[in-house]
T-cell receptor, first 113, second 113 residues
Framework: KAGVTQTPRYLIKTRGQQVTLSCSPI?????VSWYQQTPGQGLQFLFE???????NKGNFPGRFSGRQFSNSRSEMNVSTLELGDSALYLC????????????FGQGTRLTVV | LAKTTQPISMDSYEGQEVNITCSHN???????ITWYQQFPSQGPRFIIQ???TKVTNEVASLFIPADRKSSTLSLPRVSLSDTAVYYC??????????????FGTGTRLLVSP
């Protein structure tokens, strides 16, 4: 069965622009979480969506937002990009039952110039 | 979610057994211990999960002593392809009704010929 698919794989944007990243979870998985990974801060939780509702949000500014569609696909949006937003953005999907594993996509490498 | 402490890096040679220990003194009764592996520019991949004693799967073993304040990931006969960062996570990820994986700094394992 297909894994988690993230698009695009690479992206270069200019400061002040906005960007939308996409994540297609494994079929049947209704939970989608987003993480940001940078060399300085490591892997940090952004937010989780389940049944089209945001269930929790990490400590990121309001410029970071997301949504989930009825088919469980999710998008993440970052507005007014800053240089510090350059990172690998990872999406994970899971069945959302007790202690099930999360399956990660390969990520989107965002570079802000 | 309990805080974890792991060695920053470890070196090994092909064919050797590697043991990575994770300290989690504040582990709670409901917490599970989970290990993920991450290769550069890829999303983390679930390796193994356990609650107590010993768990073994096709790629690794997880040893958890009776007090559960630490755990050891054991990789038998490592190969060059096992060079990666290994993360130890502790928590009942659903304890607040949502999934939030808290990644520490991880252990960077380098396997040499």
């Amino acid at each position: 069965k297909a894994g988690v698919t993230q698009t695009p794989r690479y992206l270069i944007k200019t400061r002040g622009q906005q960007v939308t990243l996409s994540c297609s979870p494994i079929s049947g998985h209704r939970s989608v979480s987003w993480y940001q990974q940078t060399p300085g801060q490591g892997l940090q939780f952004l937010f989780e969506y389940f049944s089209e509702t945001q269930r929790n949000k990490g400590n990121f500014p309001g410029r970071f937002s997301g949504r989930q569609f009825s088919n469980s696909r999710s998008e993440m949006n970052v507005s007014t990009l800053e240089l510090g937003d350059s990172a690998l953005y990872l999406c994970a999907s899971s069945l959302r039952t007790t202690n099930t594993e999360a399956f990660f996509g390969q990520g989107t490498r965002l570079t802000v110039v | 979610l309990a805080k974890t402490t792991q060695p920053i890096s470890m070196d090994s040679y092909e064919g050797q057994e590697v043991n990575i220990t994770c300290s989690h003194n504040n582990i709670a009764t409901n917490d599970y211990i989970t290990w993920y592996q991450q290769f550069p520019s890829q999303g983390p991949r679930f390796i193994i999960q356990g609650y107590k004693t010993k768990v073994t799967n096709e790629v690794a073993s997880l040893f958890i002593p009776a007090d559960r304040k630490s755990s050891t990931l054991s990789l038998p006969r490592v190969s060059l392809s096992d060079t990666a960062v290994y993360y130890c996570l502790v928590g009942d990820v659903w304890d607040t009704g949502f999934q939030k994986l808290v990644f520490g700094t991880g252990t960077r394992l380098l396997v040499s010929p």
